[in-house]
């Protein structure tokens, strides 16, 4: 089993940066990627950005440019630096970690989210 423990989160200004953390522990050797999420009020969850166990990214059009993606400690660790903060980037953000199935990645758990409040 894997668990997933997020933070840095919180209340910033507009323009402002933040950088969020999700730590793995468990099984990490069964992680071949992870990825950072956002869910707003009313809104389904949305995917931001990607990262796999070789270290390739993949960041959302609607963030590119603002919002970078990062691992450390042998993967145990991924980042999300939120820059330029916007008050739409208000919501919930989630990591989880994900196997992959022939050419299709699966969720093998869910991390209990940070909350990120940009005020305007």
């Known amino acids: 089993q894997v668990q997933l423990v997020e933070s840095g989160g919180g209340l910033v200004q507009a323009g402002g940066s933040l950088r969020l953390s999700c730590v793995a522990s468990?099984?990490?050797?069964?992680?071949?990627?992870m990825g950072w999420y956002r869910q707003a009020p009313g809104i389904q969850r949305e995917l931001l950005a990607t990262?796999?166990?070789?270290?390739?990214?993949n960041v959302a059009d609607s963030v590119k440019g603002r919002f970078t993606i990062s691992r450390h400690n042998a993967g145990r660790t991924v980042y999300l630096q939120l820059d330029s903060l916007k008050s739409e980037d208000t919501g919930v953000y989630f990591c989880?970690?994900?196997?992959?199935?022939?050419?299709?990645?699966?969720?093998?758990?869910w991390g209990q989210g940070t909350q990120v409040t940009v005020s305007s």
């Open positions: 989880n970690a994900e196997r992959i199935s022939g050419s299709y990645y699966y969720t093998i758990a």
């Open positions: 990262i796999t166990s070789g270290g390739s990214t």
């Open positions: 468990g099984n990490i050797d069964s992680i071949e990627r």
